[in-house]
């Protein structure tokens, strides 16, 4: 399942959905999916939902957008996370970056 | 065709016998007064009766009934011959149980021409007797295979009352055979997943995609997978069990343990209700994707929706069956007719059931049956409270190890298969998808360090991020030597995971590099996270052989 992205709000929040499994298979995905993000955008949420595992490079792509993007004044959320991934997240103390819902 | 000619003159039955033959009816047999017609009639079995009226002893108007009753089978042509002439007489030719008469003197053409009439009846009613026979056996064989069909799905299909216990559901089938379908099965995350189902059309045949979906179901939540992975395998079921003109229309969803987040996939089913009084705070939300088995797989769209549930509120779920109601005029309920049902019973009693939910649906009916089957399913937010099934407290012990060289490791999918292999281990399902970050941890740190030798540093800016990544690729398609040797080993009943994994490279300094990890502890490092996260999710991380080798230990217990 490939990565999905998607603007709400009126463009003013991108919605990218990582699919099934969040690895390093899907650095070039991920990236191209706030690749060319719009003017009007002032938020990103990830959605989880749909991820039963991630790994660190995961967790290191998820930084790299930040990196990234941090010329532009943004904020971000990972949603839906289940249980077990979202545990990974809280290990990695992710709460400080990014709003976890 | 066999006549039975009765008349106590001789002539009379010369005559009519010839008369017969002539005509082509060559078996006739005779009987000289009504006691030798009743005794011949039970032995010969005639196809049709001649019947003198006027005859010494019992007349033609005694006999004809007792004949008649005697007629067990098809139709049974009597034909009065008489030379009476008034109306009465002719009336009560018919009331004592005859067909036809014939008046005497008999006009050749009109009396074979009834007595042909009669005999095609007879011809026919014999044909439908014999289909009637036929139909019966049919019957009698369908339902016996409906008896057994059903004894299979009343074993097939069945939910663990401990899990069922969470919900309140109505269920009518329109038939013996359901075409709707309700499944709920424990997570191994403490919590639920459950299916409402509604194949096209009702009755056997739709009920037979059932069966595979069940148990495609069955497996996959023992497993613990996502929402997602279980649409897949069910679309993938369908498509490849069903004919196309069948599918089935689902709500699938996972309750997590608290019981009130509720991850939902809804494919042409009406929407789903989270009731309240209001309509400001009622929720609707509606299918956003096309029913299961129609699409292909790479057609198919997971994406869920999350509902959050507060205290006590409550998510109801129907299938069309019940929003398709008509009454006399034939309109139907609608969605909106039930959201407003909903309205009423929540400002009447403060909550929805099931089964009055379902008799108000069914005032607005003006049929007294649904012409297709209902299935009304509530939850109410409430803690899961569910035993682990008996699989998972007496899974199997198992050891799986692969050994991978430079054309494996070229593999795209590698690492895929790997977890999968993991995957199947029993035993771990709670813990399955921790498993498979530990397991694409140590895969990718023996892969890129040990042996393409990266340099994990090269990720500490954007750019460098993706330049890691574009020359991991590189060295990988000109790998040409190393090896990777995995072991995953399962104790259950201790509940335990020892996973190790080996590569080919040179190792490297784990002590440095486990406080490399630490000393990046201000989290917004793009590398080097690798290692902690193993050392937060293992009970035990070591290394062997110079750090070539690393052994993790995990509780498979939540």
Known sequence: MEITSSYQNQGKVLVVDVGTKFDFSKVEDFRNAYGELGADVSHITVDLSRTEYMDSSALGMLLNMQKTLAERELTYSIENARPQVAKILKISRFDKKFDIK | ?558
Not at chain 2, 190 to 195: E, L, P, Q, R, T
Request: aromatic share 6%; glycine share 8%.
């Open chain 2, 1 to 558: 065709m066999k006549i039975l000619i009765v008349d106590d003159e001789a002539i009379n039955r010369t005559l009519l016998t010839n008369m017969l033959y002539n005509a082509g009816y060559k078996e006739c047999i005779e009987a000289v007064d009504g006691v030798e017609a009743i005794k011949k009639f039970t032995h010969e079995k005639p196809d049709l009766v001649l019947l003198d009226v006027v005859m010494p002893g019992l007349s033609g108007f005694d006999v004809a009934p007792k004949i008649r009753k005697l007629a067990k089978g098809p139709y049974l042509p009597i034909l009065f011959i008489t030379a009476l002439e008034d109306k009465e007489s002719l009336v009560r030719c018919l009331e004592v149980g005859g067909n036809d008469f014939a008046t005497k003197p008999f006009d050749r053409h009109i009396l074979i021409a009834k007595i042909r009439a009669h005999l095609k009846i007879r011809a026919l009613s014999e044909h439908i007797e014999q289909q009637n026979k036929a139909l019966r056996l049919f019957n009698q064989r369908v339902a016996r295979e409906h008896a057994i069909v059903e004894h299979i799905f009343s074993h097939a299909i069945v939910n663990r009352p401990e899990v069922m216990a969470h919900f309140d559901c109505f269920l009518k089938p329109a038939e013996t055979f359901n075409g709707d379908l309700f499944l709920c099965e424990s997570s191994p995350s403490g919590g639920i997943y459950f299916v409402v189902g509604d194949f096209t059309g009702h009755g056997l045949a739709s009920a037979i995609g059932a069966l595979p979906v069940t148990r495609a179901f069955q497996e996959l939540s023992q497993q613990g997978v996502s929402i997602s992975e279980i649409i897949s395998e069910l679309n993938r079921i369908l498509i490849k069990f069903l004919p196309s003109d069948m599918f089935m229309a689902a709500v699938v969803g996972e309750i997590n343990a608290g019981g009130n987040r509720i991850n939902l996939w809804q494919g042409g089913m009406p929407a789903v209700i989270v009731p309240a009084k209001t309509d400001l705070a009622l929720r609707c939300i509606p299918s956003r994707h096309m029913a299961l088995g129609i699409l292909d797989e790479h057609e198919l769209n997971t994406d869920c929706d999350t509902i959050q549930l507060g205290c006590n509120e409550q998510l109801v779920i129907c299938s069309d069956g019940l929003i398709e109601s008509t009454t006399q005029e034939g309109e139907m309920l609608l969605e909106e007719g039930l959201v407003r049902i909903v309205k009423e019973q929540m400002q009447t009693h403060g909550k929805i059931e099931s089964n009055s939910l379902f008799l108000k649906a069914k005032e607005h009916c003006a049929a007294s049956s649904f012409h297709d089957d209902v299935t009304l399913v509530v939850f109410t937010s409430q803690p899961i409270k569910t035993p682990v099934s008996p699989k998972m407290d007496f899974g199997l012990p198992s050891v799986h190890e692969v050994a991978l060289d430079a054309q494996h490791l070229k593999q795209p999918d590698i690492l895929q298969r790997v977890l999968q292999l993991a995957g199947q281990c029993e035993g771990i399902q709670a813990v399955r998808s921790i498993i498979y970050t530990v397991l694409s941890e140590l895969f990718n740190n023996a892969l890129e360090h040990g042996i393409l030798k990266l340099d994990s540093k090269l990720k500490a800016d954007s750019t460098g991020f993706h330049q890691y990544y574009e020359n991991r690729e590189a060295s990988l398609k000109a790998l040409s030597h190393g090896r990777i040797n995995i072991r995953i080993e399962s104790l259950p009943l201790k509940g335990k995971v020892l996973i190790a994994v080996e590569d080919s490279g040179e190792g490297f300094e784990w002590n440095k590099a486990s406080t490399v990890g630490r000393r990046h502890s201000v989290h917004d490092e793009s590398f080097g996270r690798g290692l902690p996260l193993l050392h937060a999710l293992c009970e035990r991380v070591w290394f062997e052989n110079g750090g070539s080798k690393v052994i993790c230990l995990l509780d498979t217990k939540i």
